[in-house]
């Protein structure tokens, strides 16, 4: 089973960034794929995530309206579409795959891949 996040980068304020999330080695379309984000010296937080029937779930309320996701279940991989970045939103971000359904719980995702920087400044 394998993750990769891709798509970081360093961005003003205002900008906006697409990650993807490409995967291999599972059944993709039964898997629901979570976005998490860690800052040094924090825990690591759910974003938001995406189940297997194309259903977003939030868990960071100072997204909504800016992050949102979507899935090709034929390339098997997820994109998160970041508008209006903030440097808030500087951190790590990581996807991460759960068995059909979201959860804000990272300790029920099975698999996860190494994550991606982003970086925002004002």
């Known amino acids: 089973v394998q993750l990769q996040a891709s798509g970081g980068g360093s961005v003003q304020t205002g900008e906006s960034l697409r990650l993807s999330c490409s995967t291999s080695?599972?059944?993709?379309?039964?898997?629901?794929i979570g976005w998490f984000r860690q800052v040094p010296g924090k825990k690591r937080e759910a974003v938001l995530c995406?189940?297997?029937?194309?259903?977003?779930?939030y868990y960071v309320d100072s997204v909504k309206g800016r992050f949102t996701l979507s899935r090709d279940n034929y390339e098997k991989a997820v994109y998160l579409q970041m508008n209006s970045l903030k440097p808030e939103d500087t951190a790590v971000y990581y996807c991460?795959?759960?068995?059909?359904?979201?959860?804000?719980?990272?300790?029920?995702?099975?698999?996860w891949g190494p994550g991606t920087q982003v970086t925002v400044s004002s």
């Open positions: 080695g599972f059944r993709f379309e039964d898997y629901a």
């Open positions: 991460a795959a759960d068995f059909w359904s979201c959860k804000a719980d990272e300790a029920f995702y099975d698999a």
């Open positions: 995406i189940d297997s029937s194309g259903e977003s779930t």
